[in-house]
């Protein structure tokens, strides 16, 4: 759902559009260029566009995709390539930061998202509009236990980095990233779970200069991914 969200879907994959709903009496660019591309429109009252969503943030407009394939932890590596990094986001409830972690990973290149469907939020039409459409073009892993995850990437060779504020962190400005990453990431209030901080091989922490001593979990890794892309492979 969203203006952004499908304007990235008709820019870049349209045959994934099955139908797009909106009220009568939108007009814009977007629903002309979708008619152009002979994507069929469907006219509905906003209340069931709001019921569609399950939000009533759609901007008045609800596309029907074609359903995509979430990947487990062995399909992805089967064709990993020798420099990868991966986010992986632990208990991450909030849809709204669950959708920028999505867009920040495909903006700076990650090779793929991982998350637990069982410890936060799932991928909803909330989250595909906070990420602009991003969750339709980053390779997504949608495991049951992040843990199990963590081993088997370790395993096939990946180091395992978590996000957190801790005497042993070091600082993301002068962290050396390995080829092959996992950066595991966590909620303000959660944060990550003992047991994949026990199972990290490191961690890091983004030092701070302002008054403010955090910035959320979007922004901060955000910051940790540009930094992985000025330091580290690619």
Known sequence: MGTHA???LIRYTPDKILKIYTVQNKK????????DLGIPIIFV??????????SDSHQMLVAHIKGRTFLDVKDFLKTAQEESFVLMMDQIFDPQNFGAL????????A??????KNRGTDLTPVVAKASSGASEFIPLIRVSNLATAVDQFKEDGF??????????????YTFNFSPRTVLIVGSEGEGIQPLLRKKADRSIYLPMAGRIGSLNVAQATAALLALFRRSGPG
């Open 6 to 8: 499908l304007e990235e």
């Open 28 to 35: 814009s660019p977007l629903i002309q260029k979708a008619k």
């Open 45 to 54: 009252p906003e209340a069931m566009l709001t019921k569609m969503a399950g």
């Open 102 to 109: 999505i867009r920040s990973a495909e903006c700076f290149g």
């Open 111 to 116: 090779a793929a998202v991982a998350w637990s």
């Open 159 to 172: 180091e395992i980095v978590a996000a957190i504020l801790d005497p042993e962190s070091e600082s993301a």
